[in-house]
């Protein structure tokens, strides 16, 4: 059983940065899928951003422009660089790792980071 973990969530005015880290206890290269998926207060998890394989990052609509999503394979880790927040990022972050093209009920999660954008 894969275990994950997040780090680097935190309160942030509006139009600042955070960036998030996740590592995990296994190797991450090994997975399909890699990124990051966020929830906020009485709303359905959702993709923000993730790599499959080595192709081309995908983001959500509502980061483009402002989040990266980046590996470091040597480091095990996956990062998730966020600039120019807004409130309606505040969410809890997830990092996830997917074994294979599956649904969504057989990723890994970490336990997840809260990121607050307010003034």
């Known amino acids: 059983q894969e275990q994950l973990v997040e780090s680097g969530g935190g309160l942030v005015q509006p139009g600042g940065s955070l960036r998030l880290s996740c590592t995990g206890s296994?190797?991450?290269?090994?997975?399909?899928?890699r990124g990051w998926y966020r929830q906020a207060p009485g709303k359905e998890r959702e993709l923000v951003a993730r790599?499959?394989?080595?192709?081309?990052?995908l983001y959500a609509d509502s980061v483009k422009g402002r989040f990266t999503i980046s590996v470091d394979n040597g480091a095990n880790m996956v990062y998730l660089q966020m600039d120019n927040l807004k409130p309606d990022d505040t969410a809890v972050y997830y990092c996830?790792?997917?074994?294979?093209?599956?649904?969504?009920?057989?990723?890994?999660w970490g336990p997840g980071t809260q990121v607050t954008v307010s003034s």
């Open positions: 996830y790792a997917a074994p294979q093209p599956a649904p969504i009920s057989s990723y890994f």
């Open positions: 296994g190797m991450l290269t090994k997975y399909y899928a």
């Open positions: 790599y499959i394989g080595g192709g081309s990052p």
